[in-house]
């Protein structure tokens, strides 16, 4: 459906709490598309949410999740 598309991920935050920790990170995501014979663009914020672990092998991503922040041109 998306020709194309390009993941700029930045600015992250991390907390860290012992062996845990939680972070929250920038994602914008353009995305061009077609539509009634035309390129059409979707931009997409959102901030992805991790969480990690402290193993004996070093930090691990436990988890991440996608929390919607702004889309336009859709």
């Known amino acids: ?3 194309g598309h390009q993941h700029l991920v ?18 914008h995501n353009p995305m061009p598309f077609v539509a009634d014979d035309r390129t059409r663009l979707m931009i997409v914020g959102l901030w992805y949410l ?13 988890s991440r999740a996608q929390q919607r922040a702004f889309m336009h041109g859709v």
């Open 10 to 27: 930045a600015g992250s935050k991390i907390e860290i709490d012992g062996d845990r920790a939680t972070g929250r990170t920038i994602c």
């Open 50 to 62: 991790d969480r990690f672990v402290r193993t004996d092998a070093g930090w691990r991503i436990l």
């Open 1 to 3: 459906m998306f020709p």
